[in-house]
């Protein structure tokens, strides 16, 4: 008997909302393929720009994937590091739902999903990468004018804190982090093709020589008037860490 995905949100999983199983989205919910339809997505932003100063569209489409890829992270890593089972998240199989400013705030999956095919990094996340993330950038760095880079990184900053935070959890086996982390390790793929989730994180030492944990690229959102940067942020991470002694995180902002 499968263990219940709601049975793992506790520990490092207790902020975040377990996945709505049933047999049919709920009327509520924004079918996942349909954030490939632009005038969708679109909206989408725009939405959730009202609820920000300024109109830097790259910005926005940074900040609103942060939240998105946040709550996909989390109950995928889950999932697939504690149950060795691959969720149903390709776009074309899921829906999400989103509050009144437009963030996603939960997925809807029509089933628990199935035991992995296999327990390699480089293809363990393949239907998770290549089914949603890949797409999904695809679209938002054209709709925005942002680099497909700025959003890869976003993924893979929650995907990196979500591989060592699921590690800490009481169900966790010794070593579950070591193949998310073996992947995003690696510049390519075995077959040669560019691994966008290579190093989305760095340990630096601060001038305290702690190590103050710093993605490798910016997430934009300082760009918008009501926000500095982020906790992680490489343009100020070393000095803010330094200086606050505040501990590092993964901003959902």
């Known amino acids: 008997m499968t263990l ?3 049975h793992l949100y506790y ?15 709920p009327s509520d919910a924004i079918c996942g393929e349909s954030l490939l339809d632009a005038s969708v997505l679109s909206d989408l932003l ?3 720009a009202l ?17 998105h890829f946040a709550n ?10 504690l149950l060795a089972r691959e969720l149903p998240l390709a776009l074309d199989e899921m829906a999400i739902i989103t509050n009144e400013e437009s963030r996603t705030t939960q997925l ?23 089914g949603h993330i890949a797409p999904l950038i695809e679209k938002l760095a054209g709709l925005s004018g942002a680099s497909p880079k700025v959003f890869w990184s976003n993924f893979g900053n929650y995907f ?18 070591e193949e998310p982390l073996r992947l995003i390790k690696h510049r390519a793929y075995p077959d040669g093709r560019r691994n966008p989730l290579f190093m ?16 490798r690229l910016c997430c934009l959102r300082y760009r918008l008037p009501e926000f500095s940067y982020c906790g992680n942020c490489p343009l100020e991470c070393t000095r803010s860490q330094s200086t606050s002694g505040d501990a590092p995180r993964a901003d959902l902002r």
């Open 200 to 215: 989305p994180v760095r340990y630096l030492a601060d001038k305290s020589e702690k190590s103050c944990r710093t993605r």
């Open 51 to 67: 609820q920000h100063e300024g109109d830097d569209l790259k910005a926005i489409a940074s900040l609103w994937s942060k939240w």
């Open 72 to 81: 996909v992270a989390a109950p995928a890593l889950a999932a697939n590091l």
């Open 160 to 177: 990196e804190y979500f591989s060592h935070a699921t590690a800490e959890h009481p169900m966790a086996l010794s070593g579950l982090a």
């Open 46 to 48: 725009a939405r959730f």
């Open 11 to 25: 520990g490092p999983l207790e902020h975040f909302t377990p996945p709505v199983i049933g047999e049919a989205f």
């Open 4 to 6: 219940a995905l709601s």
């Open 108 to 130: 809807v999956l029509l089933h628990e999903g199935k035991p992995l095919g296999s327990l390699d990094a480089f293809t363990r996340f393949e239907q998770l990468l290549q």
